[in-house]
């Protein structure tokens, strides 16, 4: 089991910068790949980034790439999410997610695939 707490969000302008952080509760935090989705409202939940157990791997979705840093710090059980550049687009609520990894090179893109969710965190940008 493992619990996921996400922080950080909160209103920013445009241009702006947030990091948003998630804290994972459990002592296998280090061989689970984690990733960042988001949902707008009216919309469907959509994957942010990702990155492997070891920190090796990482992949964004292309709306993201330059703009969001994934990163994650083993011994405190928590994974970032850097976002700059940030646009009215961006605004929605921001979730972390967790599934354990076969591999420590392994990311992983579908929400199907976690099993672990936080609660969220909004994110609003204003223009």
């Known amino acids: 089991q493992v619990d996921l707490v996400e922080s950080g969000g909160g209103l920013v302008q445009a241009g702006g910068s947030l990091r948003l952080s998630c804290a994972a509760s459990?002592?296998?935090?280090?061989?689970?790949?984690m990733g960042w989705f988001r949902q707008a409202p009216g919309k469907e939940r959509e994957f942010v980034a990702a990155?492997?157990?070891?920190?090796?791997?990482?992949y964004y979705a292309d709306s993201m790439k330059g703009r969001f840093t994934i990163s994650r710090d083993n011994a405190k059980n928590t994974v970032y999410l850097q976002m700059s550049s940030l646009k009215p687009g961006d605004t929605a609520v921001y979730y972390c997610?967790?599934?354990?990894?076969?591999?420590?090179?392994?990311?992983?893109?579908?929400?199907?695939?976690?099993?672990?969710w936080g609660q969220g965190t909004q994110v609003t940008v204003s223009s």
């Open positions: 997610a967790a599934t354990a990894s076969s591999g420590g090179s392994r990311y992983y893109t579908r929400d199907d695939e976690y099993d672990y």
């Open positions: 990155i492997s157990w070891s920190g090796a791997n990482t």
């Open positions: 459990g002592r296998t935090f280090s061989t689970y790949a």
